[in-house]
Structure formats: C-alpha cells, structure tokens
C-alpha cells in the first residue's frame, strides 16, 4: 500500500511551499535508495557535487526513458523529524514550476533530470515493515 500512496502524498508536499527544499541537507551519505513512482523495482543514487548542487548518478535499469523539459523529475525526500535524507524518487509527470529551487540533477545513461527536495512526515507516508524507500525492518 504505501508503494502506490506514498509516492503521490509526497509529490503532494510540494504544493506546500514550507516543506520544499531550498539547498541540498548536509551530511548526505554517497548514496541513497532510489525508486521511479509506482514501480516495485528499487534501485540507488550514487551522490556527489558539483558545486553547490547535487549530482545524482542513478544506478539502475528502469529510469524513465523519455524525459522532457516538462516532464519526469525527482525528488528527495526528507524526514521533517530527524532531517535525515531517506532517498530518492523519480516521477513521470508535470514538473515543478521554474520557480521551484532546484537541488540538481539525477543523470541515468545519457538522460538527466531535475532534482527538487521535500520534507514529509516520514512515518506517514512509509511503512517500516514494506518500507517506500530503503530495506526492511528486521522484526525480533
């Protein structure tokens, strides 16, 4: 369930301007679990800079063929608790307005797209035991 929810409650988050992102969070590690919305198959982002903005390299087979400059964009998404990054998604749909801060960019083989960041109840939108992003809790 929180395969298909979760995705759209996060994109939703960007209506709500408190929540978006306006620089990369510190402290990220080199990657991070990364998922294109509404697909099983999770794959990672190895993360580096250039600059002051992030350059995501996706590593996995499934990266959304057919970008646009209106279409397909990702999100990292953020825990508002702890403000730790719990990964990335990819999303085919309606970008972001032009006027949305833009982290960076995700590249998968010779296509690249834009990275926006969100902070969301983290809790609320992923499910420990079939988590949206990441493995699953071990259970005692």
Same mark, same amino acid.
């Given at each position: 369930?929180?395969?298909?929810?979760?995705?759209?409650?996060?994109?939703?988050?960007?209506?709500? #301007? @408190?929540?978006? *992102?306006?620089e990369p969070p510190r402290g #990220? @590690?080199?990657? *991070?679990?990364?998922?294109v919305a509404g697909s099983a198959q999770q794959s990672t982002v190895a993360i580096t800079y250039s600059g002051q903005r992030l350059a995501l390299a996706y590593q996995g087979a499934n990266f959304p063929p057919y970008p646009s400059d209106s279409t397909v964009y990702a999100l990292l998404v953020v825990d508002d608790s702890s403000q730790r990054a719990q990964g990335?998604?990819?999303?085919?749909?309606q970008r972001p307005p032009r006027s949305y801060p833009q982290l960076g960019m995700v590249s998968?083989?010779?296509?690249?797209?834009?990275?926006?960041?969100?902070r969301v109840d983290w809790?609320?939108?992923?499910?420990?035991?079939?988590?949206?992003?990441?493995s699953p809790a071990s259970t005692p």
């Open positions: 369930m929180a395969q298909l929810i979760g995705p759209s409650l996060i994109q939703d988050q960007l209506r709500l #301007l @408190p929540f978006v *992102l306006t #990220l @590690p080199g990657s *991070l679990p990364a998922r990335v998604l990819l999303y085919e749909g998968g083989g010779d296509k690249t797209i834009p990275l926006y960041g969100v809790g609320g939108v992923s499910n420990p035991h079939c988590p949206l992003l990441g």
